[in-house]
DNA sequence: TTGTAGGCGTTATCAT
DNA sequence: ATGATAACGCCTACAA
């Protein structure tokens, strides 16, 4: 009684030789694409003897095989902005069903760190990317691009790149956010911008440009914070306060740097909204439970993930097909954080 | 003039025939192990051959041969809870600075799909696994262990399993907490238990009954939320009020369930902490800025990540170690949901 | 120092 | 319907 694998996982030539079948018969009886090409009673005895030594097939060996993973991949830029993990989640909710794993990797917006996770995903043949890092100007998306690599942007998009693009109507969110401060008497608004190298950044600080002169306002408020976070965003409404406090409501590029304005309010004793109304951007989880809850623009994250998901299985299936984009409804959503301008003094 | 692998990606063998070596050779001259044993002269010039090629080599490959991937899994129950991020980042910067790569998956508290991700994970060969979803009772880590994967734990432990896990200190950090209300006069407290089926959700409800009755209180006012999530943190506290409402502090299991209660006291008209004080557990992020600013109990998030990580290093390394469990120190952080609770009626 | 050869576990293409 | 065979790309004794 030899056993050629002891105590080692079961190969699928261990499972054969139970069966009492060769290799290929085995692999056909367990791969329900071709079960059908075998005769009902082998498949049986195949899968029975499968269940019985506990076989779990070799992923590693059938991607080395047929190239494929059913695996992708969702970069990240920063997985504790609370932005990301209800996207994540819609993605992971149509591809799962679908039968893949979703290889999730962190960057933390760190461009190296980002070259090595996305080849280290290449590296291990994963059938498609998510990106949610792009920036306007993004020499490594470019070039996989042009090698062809299946992928769909999330949130962000890449300029004058024609890669399919799942991202929120954020022209329509600021000028919403605009409309509702002008709406209660605010002339004077500022915006603090996220980094304009990012296509969020840039589009929603075009849009509010647009939006104020719409409303017959000044369009010259406006501060870039460098990165998409709390201290950024206190740090910009720093330098706007050194520079003129003649303005009573602030649009925030997104809801981490409204946070920041809240630091500041704190740290100067500026009542919101009485003295100053703030709005955000993405509507993150637990804003109704901040001090004052915050006004914000929702996106809708978890469908944003699932359509980026969708999109990536459609080039996936259909290699050649053309680029397009998804813009989902941006929708104001008011809280605590805005009202009417104090009476000027 | 044959290329006999066009357009396709550049293979070992591509690399040693542009050299004019052996395949052999070429894989020696491109790994920093082997590489001492060919001449200086071969090894640049299978480098030079690589780079002008643009090779990449092929992880599966790699991984069928050697039955290794440099890779780890990091199993997280709910993405979406700001207590894991940090903890992400945590195991990140430990395993990358050592050459691994850490795939993240998130089982939304699913057992099937937790059994389906971690085999997912152990078919692709992950060195280690690294999980936060264990429950006491948990027959599928039990299996694993049996079967000798290598994991460590953290933040939960499995009842009566010998596998290192890194955790809170949370029986001391529960212990300040019921220190500190009682400190303020309180003698009616109640807790909110997070899941009783986890180590974390029964070891900060005995935490509790043992420091209530330290300060000789009762131990009585105890209600088990089913998940631990704002929505049953405010069923939990509806229910407790429906019985009594002789109560004047919360501690609640974690920070979600904490704004649970901060959802039924908005629903309810009660004021914190003027009418009931609250205090959290994990601090996670913003709720410095909620309303009221959570009392909480903060445990060191990147650091359980970063020691978790080490210690599957460890294990990786020297496969026959003992299991050790470490307990990483938890501190009360008072802000604005607690004060002295209200005169008697 | 370098080349040879075999195999990791699977699937696809033949042939039977 | 099933079996034989080769190959995916890499690594590593062993031989030279």
Redesign the interface.
């Given at each position: 009684m030899s056993n050629p694998n002891p105590s080692s996982a079961p190969t699928l030539r261990d499972v054969a030789e139970a069966a009492g079948v060769h290799t290929a018969t085995a692999s056909r009886a367990l791969n329900p694409k071709t079960r059908q090409q075998i005769s009902a009673e082998t498949a049986r005895r195949v899968m029975r003897a499968a269940q019985a030594l506990g076989y779990?097939?070799?992923?590693?060996?059938r991607?080395?095989k047929t190239s494929r993973?059913s695996t992708v991949g969702l970069v990240i830029p920063d997985?504790?902005n609370?932005l990301f993990?209800?996207i994540?989640?819609g993605v992971?909710s149509v591809l799962?069903s679908d039968g893949y794993?979703?290889?999730?990797?962190?960057t933390?917006n760190d461009e190296e760190?980002e070259r090595a996770?996305i080849?280290?995903l290449?590296?291990?043949?994963v059938e498609g990317l998510i990106v949610a890092t792009a920036r306007l100007d993004h020499p490594l998306l470019r070039q996989l691009h042009e090698q062809g690599v299946t992928m769909v942007l999330i949130n962000r998009q890449v300029r004058d790149l024609p890669i399919p693009a799942v991202t929120g109507d954020d022209a329509t969110g600021i000028a919403a956010a605009v409309r509702h401060l002008a709406g209660l008497g605010h002339t004077r608004i500022a915006h603090l911008s996220g980094p304009l190298g990012t296509s969020t950044g840039l589009v929603r600080s075009q849009a509010f440009r647009h939006a104020v002169r719409d409303h017959g306002l000044a369009d010259d408020l406006v501060v870039e914070c460098a990165r998409w976070s709390e201290d950024d965003g206190a740090a910009a409404l720093r330098a706007l306060l050194s520079r003129t406090t003649d303005f009573t409501a602030v649009v925030a590029g997104n809801d981490l740097i409204a946070?920041g304005c809240?630091d500041v309010f704190a740290e100067r004793g500026l009542s919101c909204p009485g003295d100053i109304s703030v709005i955000g951007f993405n509507d993150m989880?637990?804003l109704d439970?901040?001090?004052?809850?915050l006004t914000t623009v929702a996106v809708p994250r978890h469908e944003l993930g699932a359509e980026a998901a969708r999109m990536l299985l459609d080039c996936i299936d259909e290699p050649g097909r053309p680029a397009r984009s998804l813009l989902l409804p941006a929708t104001l959503v008011v809280r605590g954080s805005t009202a009417a301008p104090p009476r000027r003094a």
């Amino acid at each position: 009684m030899s056993n050629p694998n002891p105590s080692s996982a079961p190969t699928l030539r261990d499972v054969a030789e139970a069966a009492g079948v060769h290799t290929a018969t085995a692999s056909r009886a367990l791969n329900p694409k071709t079960r059908q090409q075998i005769s009902a009673e082998t498949a049986r005895r195949v899968m029975r003897a499968a269940q019985a030594l506990g076989y779990q097939p070799n992923s590693v060996a059938r991607s080395l095989k047929t190239s494929r993973s059913s695996t992708v991949g969702l970069v990240i830029p920063d997985l504790t902005n609370p932005l990301f993990p209800p996207i994540v989640r819609g993605v992971e909710s149509v591809l799962e069903s679908d039968g893949y794993n979703v290889w999730i990797v962190n960057t933390d917006n760190d461009e190296e760190r980002e070259r090595a996770k996305i080849e280290s995903l290449r590296s291990r043949r994963v059938e498609g990317l998510i990106v949610a890092t792009a920036r306007l100007d993004h020499p490594l998306l470019r070039q996989l691009h042009e090698q062809g690599v299946t992928m769909v942007l999330i949130n962000r998009q890449v300029r004058d790149l024609p890669i399919p693009a799942v991202t929120g109507d954020d022209a329509t969110g600021i000028a919403a956010a605009v409309r509702h401060l002008a709406g209660l008497g605010h002339t004077r608004i500022a915006h603090l911008s996220g980094p304009l190298g990012t296509s969020t950044g840039l589009v929603r600080s075009q849009a509010f440009r647009h939006a104020v002169r719409d409303h017959g306002l000044a369009d010259d408020l406006v501060v870039e914070c460098a990165r998409w976070s709390e201290d950024d965003g206190a740090a910009a409404l720093r330098a706007l306060l050194s520079r003129t406090t003649d303005f009573t409501a602030v649009v925030a590029g997104n809801d981490l740097i409204a946070l920041g304005c809240y630091d500041v309010f704190a740290e100067r004793g500026l009542s919101c909204p009485g003295d100053i109304s703030v709005i955000g951007f993405n509507d993150m989880p637990f804003l109704d439970k901040l001090r004052p809850p915050l006004t914000t623009v929702a996106v809708p994250r978890h469908e944003l993930g699932a359509e980026a998901a969708r999109m990536l299985l459609d080039c996936i299936d259909e290699p050649g097909r053309p680029a397009r984009s998804l813009l989902l409804p941006a929708t104001l959503v008011v809280r605590g954080s805005t009202a009417a301008p104090p009476r000027r003094a």
